[in-house]
């Protein structure tokens, strides 16, 4: 009988020496998508379809989080970058909080949205992080580094609201 080999150790992302060519705050960002990747996918692993669009206890749904995480993240950066919101983004954002797709194509969209926002983020990883940027249509004020930082952060609370739900499902299952 041969001897099952030892996993190692769960490493952290930003432990693990990657996205070494990014700038410090523009590297943290990248780190809090590949973490929010890794817990998601480990804390939704098990869920049906069914469940990720239930609300138990009156909590917001997985799917609600995760539609979220995807679609504010492309908001966010659009901020960072100086720009206001499309009408698609605005459509984009209505609909967050509807949908029947499936957890692995709400999964696919968080991981697309992670992708393209990683390009987005290396760019803006160089700018002056002090220079200003005008958020909705108020402009309230913030800067670049303002809004990368909001983006990682915004980001991990949401995907603590997932963890926080998914358990919840599986405890009521009993």
């Not at 720009?83 to 194509?105: F, I, R, V």
Request: charged share 20%.
């Amino acid at each position: 009988m041969s001897t099952p080999p030892v996993q190692a150790p769960y490493v952290e992302p930003w432990l693990r020496g990657t996205h070494a060519n990014v700038p410090a705050v523009g590297r943290a960002v990248l780190h809090a998508f590949d973490l929010a990747l890794d817990d998601l996918t480990k804390w939704s692993d098990g869920l049906t379809d069914a469940e990720v669009h239930t609300h138990p206890m009156g909590l917001p749904s997985v799917a609600f989080h995760l539609r979220h995480i995807a679609r504010s993240t492309d908001r966010l950066l659009s901020y960072a970058e100086g720009n206001q919101l499309t009408a698609e983004q605005l459509t984009a954002l209505k609909a967050e909080q509807t949908g029947d797709e499936s957890l692995a194509a709400l999964l696919a969209e968080v991981e697309s949205s992670f992708s393209t926002a990683g390009e987005r983020v290396r760019v803006l990883a160089t700018a002056n992080f002090d220079t200003f940027r005008g958020v909705g249509r108020k402009q309230l004020p913030t800067s670049i580094g303002g809004a990368l930082i909001h983006v990682a952060d915004h980001t991990q609370r949401h995907v603590g609201q997932v963890v926080t739900t998914a358990k919840v499902l599986k405890a009521l299952r009993g």
